[in-house]
Every structure is written in structure tokens, then in C-alpha cells.
């Protein structure tokens, strides 16, 4: 039995591979349908996980948004949401967040061991603070105390940095990907991975499907290394 959850990333980027625009600000790339099937997955998770960086410039609840699909869970004994993690290596979450102000459940904020206590004692009234890592958070031991509290589907919103660290240390087991009709362009505006890049091996994927959803293109990818790509 794997000692990590089953992870997979989930995002809308343009037909140029942008997520966001250079301000780095939530961009309608989809449309219903498949904020439906964004729906679907989360139900389907026991927990959905975002970087600070998009708490920043979406403000997302990650919610389940279907009455009938939150009836489901409860239903099988379940919350009505999964849990709503952030990846916070200085524990910046503002107490105000729509993480925190919408709907029922669990919520977890990792941090660092260099998060200033006194922010980590804030957000410690309205989360539970998970601490891995020296300066910045340790996402291997994140995932293996996760899958410690019964974590075993994990699903990820993103942002681009937290889509890197994952894939870079081999974290990731499939990546959902909608791409838009549209061009965002702009050199600085976020892909759906930045961070360091790779500077030798890549990180390969296999094609599991491909269909045309409204007037964009779903893909999904089995990612085929799980290796350290910072070793390849």
C-alpha cells in the first residue's frame, strides 16, 4: 500500500499554457461543464490542496458547490466538503479567507518551522496547523502525515509553485488538464508549472484520454516517472 495519498493536479489553462494573467489574476478559462466535472473531483476527494499563492489571487473556498453531490457524502458518513489544506510555508493565510468563511469542514494549513508563531497561533484558531519542514514545507512528509490521518485521494488546485514542488519530487500521480480557447500570452504570467524547471530529465507523461469539452480540449496524464526530476 502506497505510503502517500493518490495525488492528481486539476487545472484550466489557455491554448498558450497560462493560467492567470501577468497580474496574476483569476481568469474564467472554462465554462460550466467543466466547472462541473471540478465539482465531481472534489466530492470525489478526501482532501483538495492549494498553495498560498493562490489563496492570494483567487480567494477559493474549495467547496463542493452541488447540494446533491454534498447530500452524497454525507450520506456515505463523510463531510460535506473534503478537507481544505493550504501550503503556507510562513503561515501568511489571512484569518479572513473564503477557506475559512465558506461552508462546513475540516481545514489544514502546513507551515514551515520559520513560520513566525505568533501567525501560527492565529490561524491555529481556525485550522489545524501541520508543521514540515525547516524554511519552507516539506511536501514528501506533508503527504506521508496526511496519508497517516486517512488522506487517501488527494486532490491539487494549484497554484503553479506547488504544481513544480510536487512533480519535481515525484509526487503526482495524474494531472487533469483543460485547455481553453484562448490566449493569455505575457511572459511573466504563470504556467501550469513554473518554478526552477527541469535542466536535464523531464518529467513524462502518459496519455490516459483526450476529449473535447465545450469549446476547449480535456486531457488527462498518467505521470510515468515518479523520480526526483531534480536527479535525472
Avoid at 35 to 40: A, H, Q, V
Avoid at 86 to 108: H, Q
Avoid at 119 to 134: H, R, S, T
Amino acid at each position: 500500500m502506497p505510503a502517500r495519498p493518490f495525488v492528481f493536479i486539476n487545472a484550466a489553462m489557455s491554448a498558450d499554457g497560462k493560467i492567470a494573467t501577468i497580474e496574476r489574476k483569476q481568469t474564467r478559462i472554462s465554462g460550466k461543464l467543466d466547472f462541473d466535472r471540478m465539482d465531481e473531483l472534489r466530492a470525489a476527494s478526501d482532501a483538495v490542496m492549494v498553495g498560498i499563492g493562490t489563496v492570494f489571487s483567487d480567494n477559493p473556498s474549495l467547496t463542493v458547490k452541488s447540494e446533491k453531490r454534498k447530500e452524497k457524502r454525507c450520506a456515505e458518513g463523510l463531510p460535506e466538503n473534503p478537507v481544505r489544506l493550504v501550503v503556507d510555508s510562513m503561515a501568511r493565510t489571512p484569518i479572513d479567507a473564503d477557506i475559512f468563511k465558506k461552508g462546513e469542514g475540516k481545514r489544514i494549513i502546513a507551515v514551515s518551522q520559520s513560520a513566525p508563531r505568533e501567525k501560527v497561533k492565529q490561524l491555529g484558531k481556525y485550522a489545524e496547523i501541520i508543521p514540515a519542514g525547516e524554511k519552507t514545507v516539506n511536501l514528501e512528509k506533508l503527504l506521508l502525515e496526511l496519508k497517516a490521518r486517512g488522506i487517501k485521494r488527494l486532490m491539487v488546485e494549484g497554484g503553479a509553485t506547488l504544481n513544480w514542488g510536487l512533480i519535481s519530487a515525484g509526487l503526482v500521480d495524474e494531472i487533469y488538464t483543460f485547455i481553453g480557447n484562448i490566449i493569455i500570452g505575457g511572459k511573466t504570467a504563470p504556467t501550469l508549472v513554473d518554478g526552477d524547471g527541469c535542466t536535464g530529465g523531464f518529467c513524462k507523461l502518459e496519455l490516459i484520454s483526450c476529449e473535447r469539452l465545450e469549446d476547449g480540449v480535456l486531457i488527462r496524464w498518467k505521470v510515468q516517472s515518479q523520480k526526483d526530476v531534480h536527479n535525472l
